[in-house]
């Protein structure tokens, strides 16, 4: 199978879709899905019509990691092992710094590196019987795309401990009280809880979605002297769009904004 039938892309109006699409491994990762989705993060980013990118896996799981036959047999015990943890970073942090805003959908399995692939994500929504968690330290291995540094980012430091080091699954229901998806659905209604969630996303200003997407990203790193700065840059910016004029006129002449991305 190629590895576009493993990973696909879709375009569907303002939303880029993407399928991991190995159900018959539980959506487990290889290292040329990895660089294919290098390549499909490259494509939305050059898509000025895509306004969100929703991640999801075929046959009803998202992903149970990276692919365990490939690393037993290209990485354990060889001079390359540290080249999967580089690539499968990379490409997560190229996910992560999307200018355009991506959402998980998470369905059966999201663990180890399908776990780190949804942490990458701006945001999660969960079926409420997926089984979630880092998984990793279940079988001696270290994640090597995000945990240590976007996971208490989300959630803290002391549940960050806890899923990483108990190696536990926390279902969907149980992962929305922990804070660590946005929201949790009922199977039957998830996908009306999705297209519901992403409506909020594409139905905004494409300019300022990626401005303020981009300036959060930034302040989780920065001091306030210098977020202060941002804000007075990303204001002035903002003011001098085509998007903030029609934001404005639209709301004074009390009808709906047309959306140019500039």
Known sequence: ?????????????????????????????????????????????????????????????????????????????????????????????????????????????????GFEVMISCDFAIADETAQIGDFHIRRALFGGAGPIYRLPRILGIRKTKELMLTGKLLSGKEADDFDL??????????????EEFISHLTDKSPFQMKLTKMAVDRGLDADIASLMVLEHLAVGVTLNSDDAAEGVAAFLEKREPKWTGR
């Open 1 to 113: 199978m190629a590895v576009e039938d493993d990973i696909q892309f879709e375009r569907d109006g303002h939303v880029a879709r993407i399928w991991l699409n190995r159900p018959h491994k539980r959506n487990c990762i290889t290292v040329p899905m990895l660089h294919r989705l290098d390549e499909i993060i490259t494509e939305i980013e050059a898509d000025p019509e895509l306004r969100v990118a929703v991640v999801r896996g075929r046959g009803n799981t998202f992903s149970s990691g990276f692919d365990l036959d490939s690393l037993q047999a290209e990485f354990i015990g060889s001079s390359t092992a540290m080249d999967v943890a580089v690539v499968s970073a990379k490409v997560c942090d190229r996910l992560y710094n999307m200018s355009t805003p991506s959402v998980a959908v998470l369905e059966g399995y999201v663990t180890a590196g």
């Open 181 to 194: 998806v946005n929201a949790s659905a009922p199977a039957e209604k998830l996908d009306a809880t999705v």
